[in-house]
């Protein structure tokens, strides 16, 4: 049999015997031995688990992964090449990302600008105004005055006066007292609304120790040290106020620290540098005759202690800052506790040691009270002509004789104390706010650290050329300060003088040593959207010293990154217990070094994602929108994994992922015998989709291995592997064995994966709360549409915040038609504002499960999956837990204490309802549910309250408020209708509202009495008829508003509500198109919240679905019954009615008469009656029911006398069964006759076959050998069974949890009698309220000339001219009665803080998607970058290129439809190409090694075997403008070589070193070193250097997998003939992926 090899030329191997070609082909077809699709030969007999994907060249040759069959690759018929290719077209999510892509970059750059220029701007402008106003304390201070307007011949100088120091002296409190008040209603918030911990005494009292420390010399600095320094001293000063952070951050350097040596040496420089300050410019200022100049030292050391916190470790050397590390770490978790005290102390101290400096520097106090109000008000402030020296002019020597002094006195400036304090504030907060923003969105190297280092010299620079200005001329600032007012200026040439001999020169050590000791700024660690606490220490900023608050305080201990090599992925020595036989996981074999008693690994919090999705009834159009997701998240996965492993790159985003789908209602009966089931055509859509989706996503034709079918004992369960490696699995619900409906699906998944696959790991507890925290489960829907980017941001959230149980995304409705339209500006208008609002001010109250991710821990907590698995007694249980499930488990969430999150940059797209009749339906459910939910949280609001964090009463009173409107909705919209009406037509308020009840009260009737249909029909038509009715009541309202003015109630409403939705449109520019459809919102209005609101509560009896109904196959034994039923109660009626009065009751309708008359369905007469005989129809059922008994009894009989017959095997119901599916199967001889998908017939005896001849085809197990299995649409993969324990598992779950539900009539008339007084008293209840509060307000609007309240806004002048021609003036007030007044302002709220809580989200939003952003252009250029910097750049990026299957071999699908021109088309050449087309390449990592070690071009390839010819052509990313450029294939040949080194390395080592019964596993990849081996000796099929104590190991999981390989042949090789190629092709089997696991095992 010949088989096309990698390399295009055909192989031969040698023929099979008859037995071997038996086992083979049955192998093949059943999956009794397991060889297909790329599994390992000696794979014969062993589990679902144990079987070993490939990823080498070799497997595929023997083995192609994606099929069953070996011909489906071979050369196609000639008139049979023609071809379907893959669609182009984009779907709404990738429409959407391409877009969004570009906006976000330049919006990126943007930010990366605009906030470096606002931090900076900011800080240069805090410091400023900090030095302007110390500058004013300084005691008979005076500075040269303008004399512009006071005479230009003479000079004057202005005096500080004792009011302005007192207005400024209040200035710098109120400017260190604002943040301080931050923290204290920050602390206090989180103490009161959330959780917190109090701190030990010992704890409190260290903190406030340096705290006091930090307040008193900043009390000093401020008002003794920098009044009396000049303004450039000062500010070069504060860069000597890191001593104490310098000191502990050096003694807390740690053994583990890389270079520790030279660092600590870089230390003792910058700390001596520091030290400088204690004495240098003391000296300095001493001999100019400032005696406070003493004080510097103790000034700038205090102040250094406030930042202690950041730089002390647990992990010192020394016992002190040992204990110091731990009190901090204790602070992480009681700081809000402690500095809930601390914060009112700071404020009181500073305030104290304010008075008691400026006491003992000669300033009184008495003036700082007495003096407040005066001296920020308008004051006096003298100006004194300075008396020129003229030397011709002598006085007399008489004492007490001089030149008197002239004296002018000025009114200050007004209000310019509160102008500067405002702007200090501002500027601080600014640059503390921005500062912060550019930390989380990891933009922090350039627009944090860059402007915050560069604060100091700027300000200087600005203040010398201010000093320099006003020296020069005292007038050039004249109106736009104060004349009597300026900064303190050094005297004398400021560039020679002031560097020379006030050795100014010494700041530049002081800033270079700072920017040492916090170099931290400049390399952050922390993940995105990063918390406030884990940015900085201290909860909030100095305002006073605000660049060296932000560089000081951000933390330097950030969460590190998990290192590649803990990502190493080689097995060595793992124990037999390990985590992996259990939990599939790339990256469990971590941190080998570690000792043996460590509770957790690192690899533990690798974040592990479950993709749970619920199908049902979806067609094919909808399965392939989420199976396109599916399979760009395996893309997605598969390249961040093969960039660990070959590329050696960190990925902080990676996952392992896995899917799970479960289908309900998945079966249904068998076409052959009601007793066996088969698939129904639901799931054979799904099958047959697999592939066209895969097609789609990789844009060239592929072919899916045939899924694993697995009995189980919920029915059955198909296994795929993705192109990336990843598991799809799909369960396969039995409603006959497990119960269905959607929540019982999601108790499934959620008991299966977090109960059984996790909480029955042989692993520690402390792992598995590790694991918990870190595992996901992605809810999905069986129409979803999104990216993997959408995913990433969901983790982000869940990683931001650990107490954070679910997060949801934006889901975008799809599809065509009104309704469709109407919903797309309904979601807008819902994610916009109610659900924006409930993130920022509470949490989400229903995260939906059609796109949402929720964390394993938060549902494995109390009251929380187990409450899910209650099952409905009650009737409000079924509207509660049934009708919205998904709201109901975030609400058990919120109840546990958990929040809830919505992300507005995760998009995704679900089909939506497109029929009225479906739109109506579906809300049916979801309206009750949802008053049921939120009820049922606002009457626990207490316990909620105090358990949850992040629901605080005045959200509970929001909440309410919206409920409140909910239910009082449909009154409110028909007294909007009977004012409009009035307003529209001109009628009376009593005239229409008879009008507008009829209606209400006909379609409340309809609904409480008549059928569905009609309901909905009356629904339809009243629709559109209020539609109609709304385009008057617009024209309408528009004239009542032209009549009211704009100052109206109705207006300022009216106006906002619209404006709110445009600002949010604007503001969501993707979405901005949403808010046309609003004109049809407007028009449905009347229906939507009045006919649908009455409709959900007139049906709250009715509990099915509502939607995606079809119609069930029924057996024959069901039909026959429902038949003799409609008899039964034909006849009934026909007794009971009247025709039954008038012949007494008599008769049973088995008479027929021989005359029989009758005039249509009026009158019917009956002559001569007798008996009906039998119907021919009823025999004739009864006689086939017969011949089928007897022809089973006759099979039976058959195969017990001889069961070893030559004869056809009984094939009847194999026949029936496979020409319905449209096969060409015939039964020939003793086997049977298969036409391959390649069109070529093969003749093969199935082991199936043999073992039907020896057993009655009646007989089957359900876990052995359903009917279901032997499905051809389902492929013909091989089957696998259940482990003994997950069998057991799902026996014990179906007995105690999801056991069918029998039909029970009692219990049913008893639930259905229960759900209709649930529905009476809803609607009595509701009918009852808007009832009374229709009346209420329709009786004070028709008395509102004698009830009313005056509006004081739009108040109308009326002149009216008297017959005495006098002019009389009247004021005119719109009239409103009380209640309605309340109306508006309830509904204006609403408004107002969703509009709010929409403006802060959207910020929080943009700083989402800018955080996720990459942004090359602002990163090096790449020819200046490092190999290993280039590639960790663009590593997932560079994967996902070439582990494309599209281009492979130089052979693109789309060649042909990516010419637009005819004439360049090759059509016929594309076609016969396609004819003879292999492929040997089927997983995207052998895609990418195939080109990774390609990559330099070369004639030989790394296997030693000469290449194809055209492999020197071999494009690496397939059309030529999608070649890398230069550079980074330069760095991809350089990180390939090294990869290489590295396992040749691996190959040499010693027996000790690599003997997996050795203790020491280190790699030693510190001692790699490049030999003289070559590339082809390294990967050849014999070369390198095989060390038997590295390959006797139990490593199942290696990279360099020769020996592997070999060893397990050597094993197998006496049960299966092995089939050796030695002319192989491009790899050899030493770079041979042996990957034991298919979702993420590298």
Same mark, same amino acid.
């Given at each position: 049999?010949?088989?096309v ?6 192989l ?7 037995t ?7 192998s093949?077809?059943y999956?009794?031995?397991?060889m ?13 688990d144990?079987i070993?994907f490939?990823?080498?060249e ?8 994606y ?10 018929k ?17 429409v ?11 919006l990126k750059i943007?930010?990366?600008?605009f906030?470096?220029?606002?931090v900076?701007v900011?800080g ?7 030095f302007?106003m110390?500058?004013?304390l ?6 040269d005055y303008?004399n512009?307007?006071?005479g230009?011949?003479?000079?004057y100088?202005?005096?500080i ?12 409190f109120?400017?260190?007292?604002v ?36 307040i008193v ?5 401020i ?5 009396e =320094?000049?303004?450039?001293?000062g500010a ?18 740690h053994?583990k ?14 700390i ?6 204690f ?8 001999q ?6 003493w004080?510097i ?8 202690a ?5 730089y002390?470790?647990r992990?010192?050397?020394?016992a002190p800052?040992?204990?110091l590390?731990?009190i901090k770490?204790? =602070? ?12 009112m ?36 402030y003298?100006?004194?002509?300075v ?6 002019t ?6 007490g004789?001089e ?7 000025l009114?200050s400036?007004?209000d310019?104390h509160?102008?500067v304090?405002?702007?200090?504030i501002?500027?601080a907060?600014?640059?503390?706010i921005?500062?912060?923003f ?12 860059f402007?915050v ?5 700027v300000?200087?620079s600005?203040?010398?050329?201010a ?7 005292s ?6 300060l104060p004349?009597?007012?300026?900064w303190?200026c050094?005297s004398g040439?400021l560039?020679d003088?002031f560097i020379?001999e ?8 002081w ?12 390399t952050?660690?922390?993940?995105r959207?990063?918390?406030?606490e ?6 909030m900023y ?7 608050s932000l560089?000081?305080n951000?933390?330097r ?5 998990v ?11 793992m124990e037999?217990?390990?985590i ?9 074999h971590?941190?080998s ?5 460590t509770?957790t690994k690192?690899?533990?919090s ?10 049902w ?9 989420m199976?396109?997701?599916?399979f ?12 660990q ?16 789908i479960y ?15 088969q698939v129904?055509?639901?799931v054979r859509d799904f099958?047959?989709?697999?592939d066209?989706?895969?097609?789609y996503v990789?844009?060239?034709n ?12 919920y ?6 592997? =993705? ?5 799809m ?6 409603k006959s ?19 059984h696959k ?6 520690s ?9 870190n ?9 979803i549409d ?24 934006r ?6 038609g009104?309704?469709v339209?109407y ?10 504002l109610?659900?924006?609002t409930?993130h ?8 939906p ?5 929720f ?11 187990r409450k899910?698995?209650?099952?409905s ?6 509207v509660?837990y ?6 109901w488990?975030?609400?058990l969430?919120l ?9 507005a940059a ?5 089909h ?5 009749n479906?739109f ?8 009750p549910?949802?008053?049921?939910n ?14 949850n964090?992040? %629901?605080?009463?005045p959200y509970?009173?929001?909440?309410s ?11 409110t919209i028909f007294?909007?209708?009977v ?7 001109k009628i ?6 008879q009008?507008? =009840? ?10 409480l ?5 009609w ?5 339809q038509?009243?629709?559109t ?15 009542q ?12 409403f009216?106006?906002?509500m619209i ?33 649908l ?7 709250l ?16 034994k069901?039909?026959?019954?429902e038949r ?5 109660d ?8 009247i025709?039954g009065?008038i012949?007494?009751g ?5 008479d027929e008469?021989?005359?029989d008359?009758?005039l249509?369905?009026i ?5 001569f ?5 039998s119907?021919?129809k ?6 086939a029911?017969?011949?089928?008994s ?13 069961p070893h017959s030559s004869?056809?095997p ?23 006759a298969?036409?391959?998908e390649?069109?070529?017939s093969?003749d ?5 076959d043999a073992?039907?001849?020896t ?8 876990l052995i ?9 389902l ?8 482990s003994?324990?997950?069998i ?8 105690k949890?999801l056991?069918?539900?029998d039909a ?23 009918g009852?309220?808007?009832?009374i509060?229709v009346l209420i307000?329709?009786l004070?609007t028709?008395?509102?000339d ?6 004081p ?6 002149a009216?001219l ?9 004021a005119?007030y ?7 007044i309340?109306?508006v302002?309830?509904?204006?709220a ?24 990459d942004?090359n ?6 020819d200046?970058l490092t ?8 590593a997932?990026? %560079?994967?996902k290129?070439?582990?494309r299957?599209?281009g492979?071999?130089?052979?693109y ?24 087309k ?12 195939k080109?990774?070690f390609?990559?330099s071009?070369?004639e ?5 075997g000469q290449?194809?010819?055209?492999s ?22 350089h ?16 027996l000790?070193?690599?003997?997996p019964?050795?203790n020491?596993?280190s790699?030693?990849r510190s001692?790699t ?10 990967f ?14 139990p490593?199942s999981?290696t990279?360099d997998?020769?020996s592997?390989?070999?060893r397990?042949s ?6 299966i003939?092995a089939?050796?190629?030695q ?20």
């Amino acid at each position: 049999m010949g088989y096309v090899g990698a390399d295009g030329r055909r192989l031969r191997r040698k023929m099979d015997t008859p037995t071997e070609f038996e086992q083979r082909m049955g192998s093949e077809i059943y999956g009794k031995v397991g060889m297909g699709g790329g599994a390992r030969v000696h794979s014969m007999g062993r589990g679902m688990d144990e079987i070993e994907f490939s990823d080498d060249e070799q497997a595929l040759l023997q083995e192609p992964i994606y099929n069953g069959s070996q011909r489906s690759y071979m050369e196609q018929k000639g008139w049979d090449v023609f071809r379907v290719l893959p669609p182009e077209q984009d779907s709404s999510s990738e429409v959407s990302k391409k877009w969004l892509g570009i906006t976000v970059k330049i919006l990126k750059i943007l930010a990366y600008i605009f906030t470096f220029l606002v931090v900076l701007v900011c800080g240069v402008v805090t410091k400023g105004t900090t030095f302007f106003m110390t500058s004013q304390l300084s005691l008979g201070r005076q500075l040269d005055y303008c004399n512009h307007e006071l005479g230009r011949q003479n000079e004057y100088v202005a005096t500080i006066s004792t009011e302005e120091r007192v207005a400024w002296t209040w200035c710098l409190f109120f400017a260190f007292l604002v943040p301080e008040m931050g923290t204290l209603i920050r602390s206090g918030r989180i103490c009161i609304f959330k959780s917190h911990r109090r701190s030990s005494f010992s704890d409190f009292l260290v903190v406030w120790v340096f705290e006091s420390m930090y307040i008193v010399g900043l009390a000093l600095l401020i008002f003794v040290v920098l009044p009396e =320094l000049d303004v450039v001293k000062g500010a070069m000063l504060t860069n000597c106020m890191a001593f104490i952070p310098g000191v502990f951050g050096m003694l807390s350097r740690h053994q583990k620290e890389s270079r520790r040596y030279l660092k600590v040496f870089i230390d003792i420089l910058a700390i001596i540098c520091q030290a400088t300050g204690f004495f240098v410019w003391p000296m300095v200022e001493t001999q100019k005759g400032n005696s406070t100049a003493w004080v510097i030292p103790i000034s700038i050391f205090l102040i250094s202690a406030g930042w202690w916190e950041n730089y002390v470790d647990r992990r010192s050397p020394l016992a002190p800052m040992r204990s110091l590390g731990k009190i901090k770490d204790r =602070l992480k978790k009681t700081r809000y506790f402690v500095y809930s005290f601390i914060s009112m102390w700071k404020m009181a101290l500073f305030f104290s040691c304010m008075l008691l400096f400026l006491h003992l520097n000669g300033t009184p106090i008495g003036p700082l009270f007495s003096s407040f109000r005066d001296g920020f008000a308008i004051h006096k402030y003298n100006v004194t002509q300075v008396p020129k020296q003229n030397p011709n002019t002598f006085l007399p020597d008489i004492a007490g004789l001089e030149k008197l002094e002239e004296i002018i006195q000025l009114d200050s400036w007004k209000d310019v104390h509160i102008h500067v304090l405002v702007i200090q504030i501002f500027s601080a907060y600014l640059a503390y706010i921005f500062g912060k923003f550019a930390c989380k969105i990891c933009i922090q190297g350039f627009s944090f650290a860059f402007p915050v280092n560069l604060t100091i010299p700027v300000a200087i620079s600005l203040l010398m050329i201010a000093c320099g200005l006003h020296n020069d001329d005292s007038c050039y600032f004249k109106n736009s300060l104060p004349d009597y007012l300026y900064w303190q200026c050094p005297s004398g040439d400021l560039l020679d003088v002031f560097i020379s001999e006030e050795h100014a020169w010494i700041w530049l050590i002081w800033l270079l040593s700072q920017t040492w000791i916090t170099l931290h700024i400049w390399t952050p660690q922390c993940e995105r959207l990063a918390s406030t606490e884990k940015l900085f220490v201290t909860p909030m900023y100095c305002s006073l010293l605000i660049d060296q608050s932000l560089s000081l305080n951000r933390r330097r201990d950030d969460e590190g990154e998990v290192k590649t090599e803990e990502l190493e992925l080689d097995r060595v020595g793992m124990e037999d217990n390990d985590i992996s036989q259990y939990y599939e996981t790339i990256s469990i074999h971590t941190e080998s070094s570690q000792p043996a008693n460590t509770k957790t690994k690192t690899s533990d919090s690798i974040t592990r994602i479950y993709a749970c999705a619920t199908m049902w009834h979806e067609t094919k159009s909808e399965m392939m929108e989420m199976l396109k997701s599916l399979f760009r998240m395996d893309e997605d996965q598969s390249a961040r994994r093969v960039a660990q492993k070959y590329l050696k790159v960190v990925d902080p985003d990676y996952y392992e992922f896995e899917t799970h789908i479960y289908f309900d209602d998945a079966f249904e009966l068998s076409d052959v015998c009601d007793d066996w089931n088969q698939v129904n055509q639901f799931v054979r859509d799904f099958v047959a989709a697999v592939d066209i989706a895969g097609s789609y996503v990789h844009q060239t034709n592929i072919r899916l291995r045939p899924p694993k079918k697995v009995p189980t004992p919920y029915g059955g369960r198909l296994i795929y592997t =993705l192109p990336g490696k990843t598991k799809m699995i799909v369960h396969l619900k039995d409603k006959s064995k497990i119960r269905h409906k959607k929540r019982w699906s999601q108790c499934m998944y959620m008991y299966y994966l977090l109960g059984h696959k996790l909480m029955e790991l042989p692993i520690s507890v402390d792992r598995k709360e590790i694991l918990a925290e870190n595992t996901y489960l992605l809810t999905l829907d069986g129409d979803i549409d999104f990216q993997p980017d959408a995913v990433t941001l969901l983790v982000d959230l869940m990683k931001k915040n650990k107490m954070l149980g679910a997060a949801c995304g934006r889901i975008h409705p799809v599809g065509s038609g009104p309704m469709v339209w109407y919903q797309l500006f309904e979601y807008a208008i819902g994610h916009w504002l109610q659900k924006a609002t409930e993130h920022m001010i509470g949490c989400v109250m229903c995260s939906p499960g059609c796109f949402s991710l929720f964390r394993a821990k938060a549902l494995m907590d109390d009251n929380v999956m187990r409450k899910y698995t209650t099952m409905s007694e009650e009737p409000r249980h079924y509207v509660q837990y049934d009708q919205g499930e998904d709201r109901w488990l975030c609400t058990l969430l919120l109840q546990r204490g958990y929040r809830v999150e919505y992300s507005a940059a995760s998009d995704a797209y679900t089909h939506c309802p497109e029929g009225f009749n479906e739109f109506f339906n579906q809300r049916r459910r979801w309206v009750p549910s949802t008053i049921a939910n939120i009820f049922d949280l606002l009457l626990d609001y207490k316990a909620t309250v105090k358990i949850n964090d992040n %629901i605080s009463l005045p959200y509970i009173w929001y909440q309410s408020m919206l409920m409140m409107g909910t239910i009082i909705g449909p009154g409110t919209i028909f007294l909007m209708l009977v004012g409009a009406f009035v307003a529209a037509f001109k009628i009376g308020n009593w005239t229409s509202f008879q009008y507008n =009840l009829i209606p209400i009260v006909v379609y409340t009737a309809t609904c409480l009495l008549l059928k569905s249909k009609w309901q909905l029909l009356l629904s339809q038509l009243l629709s559109t008829f209020y539609a109609l009715i709304m385009m008057a009541v617009i024209v309408g309202t528009a004239l009542q508003l032209g009549e009211d003015g704009i100052g109206s109630p109705s207006a300022i409403f009216l106006i906002a509500m619209i404006g709110s939705f445009f600002i949010a449109a604007c503001l969501h520019p993707q979405e901005f198109w949403c808010i046309v459809p609003g004109l049809i919102y407007l028009l449905c209005i009347p229906s939507m919240y009045l006919l649908l609101i009455i409709y959900s509560i007139t049906n709250l009896n009715v509990v099915s679905w509502g939607t995606r109904e079809v119609a069930v196959k029924k057996t024959k034994k069901e039909l026959e019954e429902e038949r003799k039923n409609a008899m039964e109660d034909a006849k009934k009626k026909k007794k009971d009615g009247i025709w039954g009065l008038i012949q007494g009751g008599e008769g049973d309708g088995d008479d027929e008469g021989g005359i029989d008359v009758s005039l249509g369905n009026i009158f019917r007469v009956m002559l001569f009656t007798h008996k009906k005989e039998s119907q021919d129809k009823e025999q004739l059922i009864r006689i086939a029911d017969s011949l089928d008994s007897l022809t089973k009894r006759l099979d039976h009989i058959e195969n017990i006398i001889d069961p070893h017959s030559s004869a056809p095997p009984k094939q009847r119901r194999k026949s029936s069964r496979l020409s319905t599916r449209g096969h060409d199967t015939t039964v020939s001889g003793g086997g049977m006759a298969m036409v391959s998908e390649g069109g070529e017939s093969i003749d093969m005896d199935t082991e199936e076959d043999a073992s039907h001849t020896t057993e009655p085809l009646e007989e089957r197990d359900d876990l052995i050998n359903p009917f279901w299995i032997e499905d051809r649409d389902l492929g013909r993969g091989e089957v696998d069974y259940l482990s003994g324990a997950e069998i057991q598992f799902w026996k014990d779950l179906i007995e105690k949890y999801l056991h069918p539900i029998d039909a029970d009539k009692t219990k049913q008339a008893a639930l259905t009698k229960g759900l209709a007084e649930l529905r009476n008293n809803v609607v009595f209840a509701s009918g009852m309220m808007n009832a009374i509060f229709v009346l209420i307000v329709f009786l004070l609007t028709l008395n509102k000339d004698k009830i009313y309240l005056d509006w004081p806004f739009g108040v109308r002048q009326n002149a009216t001219l008297t017959k005495t021609g006098e002019i009389r003036i009247t004021a005119e007030y719109l009239h409103l009665e009380p209640i309605g007044i309340v109306l508006v302002f309830f509904f204006f709220a609403i408004v107002v803080i969703q509009f709010v809580a929409m403006l802060f989200h959207r910020f929080g939003t943009i700083s989402h998607i800018l955080a996720s952003t990459d942004l090359n252009c602002c990163k090096a250029k790449e020819d200046v970058l490092t190999d290993e910097a280039l590639i960790e750049k663009n590593a997932v990026e %560079i994967v996902k290129q070439m582990q494309r299957l599209k281009g492979l071999d130089d052979e693109y699908d789309s060649d042909s439809a990516a010419s637009n021109r005819l004439q360049t088309r090759r059509t016929i050449h594309n076609l016969d190409k396609a004819r003879t087309k292999k492929r040997a390449i089927g997983t995207l990592d052998v895609a990418f090694k195939k080109r990774f070690f390609a990559l330099s071009g070369e004639e030989e390839a790394p296997g030693g075997g000469q290449t194809h010819k055209h492999s020197s052509q071999t494009p690496i990313l397939g059309p030529r403008h999608h070649h890398m450029p230069r550079e980074t294939i330069k760095a991809l040949e350089h990180a390939r070589d090294n990869l290489i080194s590295e396992r040749k390395q691996s190959k040499m080592q010693t027996l000790g070193a690599s003997n997996p019964h050795n203790n020491n596993n280190s790699k030693h990849r510190s001692n790699t070193r490049i030999t003289g081996e070559t590339v082809d000796k390294v990967f050849a099929a014999n070369g390198g250097l095989d060390n038997g104590g590295f390959d006797g190991g139990p490593s199942s999981n290696t990279d360099d997998e020769a020996s592997s390989t070999a060893r397990n042949s050597t094993r197998n090789s006496a049960r299966i003939p092995a089939y050796r190629i030695q002319d192989r092709g491009v790899l050899s089997s030493s770079d041979q992926g042996n990957t034991s696991s298919a979702t993420s095992k590298m």
